[in-house]
């Protein structure tokens, strides 16, 4: 059974960075598609960034050229370095995979999902 735990989430100021990771355990794939989102209190889940088994990167508008997705596969670990942070990005952050097929934007495409990690900007 695959599982994926989050951490390095936090509280910060604005403009500060973090880096979250996720780390796969139990048997081991190579993902097709690994991904990040986040919910905000009262708003809807919202696709963040993902990565292909190609190493290709996407990018939501909203935290393009603040935040970098990467990946090691040796060491079965997902990635999100957040930089120049704002309030807006308060969230909690979830890594998802899949396994088959392209990455995608919509969060019912993933079939595995991380518990969640909290994080927290203030002004």
């Known amino acids: 059974q695959v599982q994926l735990v989050e951490s390095g989430g936090g509280s910060v100021q604005a403009g500060g960075s973090l880096r979250l990771s996720c780390a796969a355990s139990g048997s081991t794939y190579r993902w097709q598609c690994m991904g990040w989102f986040r919910q905000a209190p009262g708003k809807e889940r919202e696709w963040v960034a993902a990565?292909?088994?190609?190493?290709?990167?996407g990018y939501a508008d909203s935290v393009k050229g603040r935040f970098t997705i990467s990946k090691d596969n040796a060491a079965n670990s997902l990635y999100l370095q957040m930089n120049n942070l704002k309030p807006e990005d308060t969230a909690m952050y979830s890594c998802?995979?899949?396994?088959?097929?392209?990455?995608?934007?919509?969060?019912?495409?993933?079939?595995?999902w991380g518990q969640g990690t909290q994080v927290a900007v203030s002004s």
């Open positions: 998802a995979a899949r396994t088959t097929g392209l990455c995608s934007r919509s969060y019912d495409a993933y079939a595995y």
């Open positions: 990565i292909d088994g190609t190493g290709s990167t």
